[in-house]
């Protein structure tokens, strides 16, 4: 059973920067492809990136396009969110999910693990 831990969210002012982890447990890491997925308060949760089984292939939502990166070490069953650029609107629960078949998805619904999230606020 795939366990994924999220840490690194918190404040911070507009135009600023954090950097998310996913720290798995349990299985082999490399066999899942990793998405990170937001909810933001009245809102449906929505993807924002993802990264292939060994970090060869990401995708982006056009609303974090330029200013989000992700990255895995799969040394470390660890993936990364480097959020830059913050915007208010970025402010959301962050959560880190896993998919066991298949390529990169945007829809949450096709993801078979998740994180229970960390959260994020962007504001002056």
């Known amino acids: 059973q795939l366990q994924l831990v999220e840490s690194g969210g918190g404040l911070v002012q507009p135009e600023g920067s954090l950097r998310l982890s996913c720290a798995a447990s349990g299985v082999t890491f490399s066999y899942y492809v990793i998405g990170w997925l937001r909810q933001a308060p009245g809102k449906e949760r929505e993807w924002v990136t993802c990264?292939?089984?060994?970090?060869?292939?990401?995708n982006y939502a056009d609303s974090v396009k330029g200013r989000f990166t992700i990255s895995r070490d799969n040394a470390k069953n660890t993936v990364y969110l480097q959020m830059d650029s913050l915007k208010p609107e970025d402010t959301a629960v962050y959560y880190c999910?896993?998919?066991?078949?298949?390529?990169?998805?945007?829809?949450?619904?096709?993801?078979?693990?998740w994180g229970q999230g960390t959260q994020v606020t962007v504001s002056s």
């Open positions: 999910a896993a998919r066991q078949r298949g390529s990169c998805s945007t829809s949450p619904a096709e993801y078979d693990y």
């Open positions: 990264i292939s089984r060994f970090g060869g292939s990401t």
